[in-house]
Every structure is written in C-alpha cells, then in structure tokens.
T-cell receptor, first 116, second 110 residues
Framework: NAGVTQTPKFQVLKTGQSMTLQCAQDMNHNSMYWYRQDPGMGLRLIYYSASEGTTDKGEVPNGYNVSRLNKREFSLRLESAAPSQTSVYFCASSEWASGISTDTQYFGPGTRLTVL | GESVGLHLPTLSVQEGDNSIINCAYS??????FIWYKQESGKGPQFIID?????DKRQGQRVTVLLNKTVKHLSLQIAATQPGDSAVYFC?????????FGQGTILTVHP
C-alpha cells in the first residue's frame, strides 16, 4: 500500500509555463484534495473532489484547475504559472468527505514548485 | 474570516519532558479538530482527533484537550522523544474543509 503518491517531487517553471501535478491514492478513498503550503503558514485548500466526478473550489483556487480523472487520480493544473504560485503542494485523500464523519485525511509527500 | 492559529511558533524541550502545544480557533461551529505532525520534507501525518462534544481524548503518548468556552485546543506529548521533533498543526473541520493553523515547531534536545 503506497498510500498517496505525488509526481513530480520537484519542479522549476518559468513564468507563463504550464504544468500538471499528478496525485494518486490506492486506499479506495472517495475524496481527494489539493493544498498549498507556504513558509510560515499552514496548508490552504485549493480544490477538492468529494467524490468521483465532482470538484469544488477551496480557499485559494485562482490560477488552478483540477481534474478527477477516476477514483484513484486527482490532478492539479497550472495553466500559466506565476511566481506567487511558488509553494509546496500536497495532495490528500479521505474515505468520505461528509463534513460530519471523523474522516482522516492522508497526505502525500508533496511537490516543491518554484516559478521563476 | 474564521481562522485557526497557534500561540507559540516554537517550542524546545528536553528528551523525556512533557510537551504542550496550544492552538486557538475562532469558528465556534467547527465540530471536529485534528492534530497533524509534519516532519521536514514530508506531508502532514495524522496524530489524533477530537469531536466538539468531547473535552479530552487520549492516544499513545498524546492527549488532546478541547476547551470550547475559550476556543482553545492543546496537544500534550508525554515523555517527548527526539523523533517527536517536527512541526505540529492543529486543524478544524467545517463541512468538507480543513482549515489549518500556522504550526508550532517542536525541537527535542537529547
């Protein structure tokens, strides 16, 4: 059981370039999430997918798009990268995002992105 | 807006001591709180959680206390070990979303 995996681990982009961050989970979880973590701050939710076929905006969605490709995979796309998007990006999954259940989120190892 | 924050950004303790990490929250409607541990270069790792209808919950070497009157959450680590050195985040769950605090850096000296 690999848990939550993310690729790539590191990436450097130039302003205006695009890229897709990949995330996969093998725990048969229904819900998946993308967060960013900036120095001195906690994680902030970018987008989430409560179940396969649905996606919703989180706290900081501007400049990002997501795709829930199937139950296992949830990708995050930067169409035109900006220096403000330099951050560490974490993907997470949980069994169910009912908002009521005590539902633990499991995190991947992160992708360190630098936009020059 | 609603926020979750930590009183102390850093905490240094000696190995074997007990550690207490504090967290203040402002969303009184949150019904679920979680503590995460994040080691350098890794993603957050679940430690312990507590529902809003509870005051205390114990795990292995860890205890979480919730004081809803003053909107305060704490994480107690007993007999702290060097392997406990990490950043600790509290988070609150409201509807489908986790809101994280800034984090406390815990350093354990041998």
């Amino acid at each position: 059981n690999a848990g939550v995996t993310q690729t790539p681990k590191f990436q450097v982009l130039k302003t205006g370039q695009s890229m897709t961050l990949q995330c996969a989970q093998d725990m048969n979880h229904n819900s998946m999430y993308w967060y960013r973590q900036d120095p001195g701050m906690g994680l902030r939710l970018i987008y989430y997918s409560a179940s396969e076929g649905t996606t919703d905006k989180g706290e900081v969605p501007n400049g990002y798009n997501v795709s829930r490709l199937n139950k296992r995979e949830f990708s995050l796309r930067l169409e035109s990268a900006a220096p403000s998007q330099t951050s560490v990006y974490f993907c997470a999954s949980s069994e169910w995002a009912s908002g009521i259940s005590t539902d633990t989120q499991y995190f991947g190892p992160g992708t360190r992105l630098t936009v020059l | 807006g609603e926020s979750v924050g930590l009183h102390l950004p850093t905490l240094s303790v000696q190995e074997g001591d007990n550690s207490i990490i504090n967290c203040a929250y402002s969303n009184s409607a949150s019904d679920y709180f979680i503590w995460y541990k994040q080691e350098s270069g890794k993603g957050p790792q679940f430690i312990i959680d507590i529902r809003s209808n509870m005051d205390k919950r114990q795990g292995q070497r860890v205890t979480v206390l919730l004081n809803k009157t003053v909107k305060h959450l704490s994480l107690q680590i007993a007999a702290t070990q060097p392997g406990d050195s990490a950043v600790y985040f509290c988070a609150e769950l409201s509807l489908l979303k986790l809101t994280f605090g800034q984090g406390t850096i815990l350093t354990v000296h041998p």
